[in-house]
């Protein structure tokens, strides 16, 4: 031993036995581990999933892909042998909505359409004009988009692959940390609460094929 | 130690206690927080809909209930999803073949140019909402059907829609004075998210049969289970049935 040098530490203590024995030593050590690597790869497809899920759950109440407005207002009725110019004249000036980039009339409708994907509706008998416009959720378009999987291909794999990362979050979250008195109580008690709850459910409307109200 | 006044225990005492007592009073004011905003909210909704009220006590001209049961009343059409279509009226083209003599193929111009009626008609989502005394305007089916020369031996109607979708209908429902090809609602074009220009309407079954980005109308003899029918919806979708799952 040179002097001055520290003493090595001694190697860390290896547990006997063959595999069977290091398994059982170890195995909660690295379920945790590849819990917490799947983890992180799960953060981003579950952020879109789950806000893509509570945005479609509620489609009923809400648009969860676009903003949408519409105004309406009345102007003098369009003869319908007004020629095309002066009534999209007419219909512009109302609708305020300057020079559109297509034209389009036909019986008593005079409909501009805009780039920017406004349409501007005039139905010359009644007078009114109706501008219809929307803008895109972005997120919320992109993740609907991948969580409907309207792309196919190779999302569908993909989607395969996050949902077998999740079964597994799931399975091994069971088991990652033992606890004072392991399943037993507080994790017996969560975890049939997470089964009998979909199952409740199920029993309690009836299920496939009944109507729901 | 119990601090009776409070049902606290004395944590200055018994620090180790601490954090499980965090724990619990954040739970159960978490719990108690939920509860009240949903109970609110609940509230707020069923003191709300005085339109389902008034319509539940209403009927139709045929003795059925106005609202059909599981729905509620909402003052505008929903936008419910689906893969949009083109939206343009100079895009539209609407097919009317199977099973007919003559098949037909209309520009939006020439689907103008035909008898228009005006329906009042309600509508009824499966999801749960209904669309009470709503103007439709537009083309009768049967006008279509009987242009085209429909064969005496068809029994469905498939709209046809945007992106492959499809809805089957009895052509008995389809030959109904109120179901048509519409494209105005309350004197108003639709949006594009409601399926403009152009979607079925058949205003006696559940909504998702009245196709949007409507694109052909298909005679058959055969029926041909369509989109949402082969995903679990029921193959008719009768609202006052409930039917609404297969």
Not at chain 1, 59 to 81: G, L, V
């Amino acid at each position: 031993m040179p002097d001055g040098a520290d003493e090595p530490a001694p190697p860390a203590a290896r547990p006997r036995g063959g595999l069977g024995a290091v398994l059982k030593k170890r195995w909660r050590g690295w379920l945790r581990a590849v819990h917490r690597d799947l983890g992180y790869l799960a953060v981003g497809f579950t952020i879109i999933y789950a806000v893509s899920g509570l945005a479609i759950n509620h489609i009923a109440d809400w648009d969860p892909n676009f903003k949408a407005s519409e105004r309406t207002i009345t102007i003098a009725p369009i003869p319908a042998d007004l020629p095309d110019a002066e009534a999209v004249q007419r219909v512009v000036a109302a609708a305020g909505t300057g020079t559109p980039d297509d034209v389009f009339r036909a019986g008593d409708e005079i409909r501009l359409s805009y780039a920017s994907g406004t349409q501007v509706t005039a139905i010359g008998d009644t007078g009114e004009v109706t501008i219809q416009a929307r803008s895109s959720r972005f997120f919320l378009r992109v993740a609907n988009w991948l969580h409907y999987n309207r792309g196919k291909k190779a999302w569908t794999y993909l989607a395969d692959l996050y949902a077998v990362m999740l079964l597994y979050l799931a399975v091994s979250g069971i088991f990652m940390i033992k606890g004072r008195l392991g399943l037993r109580w507080r994790g017996a008690v969560l975890v049939s609460l997470g089964v009998a709850i979909p199952a409740a459910y199920v029993l309690l409307s009836g299920g496939p094929g009944t109507p729901s109200t | 130690m119990t601090d009776r006044a409070n049902d606290c225990p004395d944590l200055e005492r018994h620090p180790d206690l601490a954090r499980a007592w965090d724990r619990r009073t954040f739970l159960k004011t978490a719990a108690v927080g939920t509860a009240f905003m949903a109970a609110g909210g609940a509230l707020v909704r069923i003191a709300a809909d005085d339109l389902s009220r008034e319509a539940r006590a209403s009927k139709r001209p045929d003795g059925r209930p106005r609202l059909p049961p599981g729905q509620r009343a909402i003052e505008y059409l929903k936008p419910m999803g689906g893969t949009e279509g083109n939206g343009d009226v100079r895009a539209f083209k609407l097919r009317v073949y199977g099973a007919v003599k003559t098949p037909l193929e209309l520009d939006y111009a020439a689907l103008l140019k035909l008898p228009q009626v005006q329906k009042e008609a309600d509508v009824h989502c499966v999801t749960g909402w209904s669309l009470l005394g709503g103007l439709w305007k537009g083309v009768q089916i049967a006008l279509l059907a009987e242009k085209a020369g429909v064969a005496s031996d068809a029994r469905y109607v498939i709209l046809e829609a945007a992106h492959g979708f499809t809805a089957n209908v009895p052509l008995s429902e389809a030959m109904k004075d109120n179901a048509l090809i519409t494209y105005r609602l309350n004197g108003k074009p639709f949006a594009r998210q409601h399926g403009a220009p152009v979607r079925g309407l058949i205003p006696d079954l559940y909504f998702w049969k009245s196709a949007k980005w409507l694109t052909a109308i298909r005679f058959s003899k055969d029926d041909k289970p369509g989109y949402w029918e082969v995903r679990g919806y029921h193959n008719v979708g009768d609202p006052w049935k409930e039917q609404r799952y297969a």
